[in-house]
């Protein structure tokens, strides 16, 4: 299910700065898997530092980045995703920021309400509710 854990971010670090310092001109995130993109932070083994996985946020970026994303999309997922540059969503994507059912606003997801359209990021952010990706 693409749990971010610490290894994972690392992983996605690492993966920022190759692609950063190469002569590739676009990057494509994608998952291994069709249940799920991510279903967001391994509780066992959450990542201390979510952010350096972030493109853009943890590594400086000055090309395109692509989010090919399908089935869950949670959490910290989500946030990686909102900061790519273009998303392709499959029919069969939710998006859902759980966070928001405890009362958790704070950190990356404050973004969204620049990036996506402003009563729909609040809604998103303070509801917590299931997002298909016909309606995102």
């Given at each position: ?6 290894a994972v971010v690392d992983g996605l670090e690492a993966s920022w700065k ?10 494509i995130l994608h998952a291994a898997g069709d249940r799920a993109f991510s279903v ?97």
């Amino acid at each position: 299910m693409n749990a971010l854990d610490s290894a994972v971010v690392d992983g996605l670090e690492a993966s920022w700065k190759r692609f950063a310092d190469s002569d590739d001109r676009v990057a494509i995130l994608h998952a291994a898997g069709d249940r799920a993109f991510s279903v967001g932070a391994d509780i066992k083994d959450p990542p201390g530092e979510l952010w350096r996985g972030v493109p853009s946020i943890g590594v400086a970026l000055d090309k395109p980045v692509i989010a090919a994303v399908h089935g869950w999309c949670i959490g910290g997922a989500y946030v990686i995703v909102q900061m790519c540059d273009l998303v392709v969503a499959s029919e069969t994507t939710v998006f859902k920021y759980p966070e928001a059912q405890v009362g958790f606003t704070g950190g990356l997801i404050a973004s969204a309400v620049a990036r996506i359209p402003h009563k729909f990021a609040m809604e998103f952010m303070l509801l917590g509710q299931d997002v298909s990706a016909e309606r995102a």
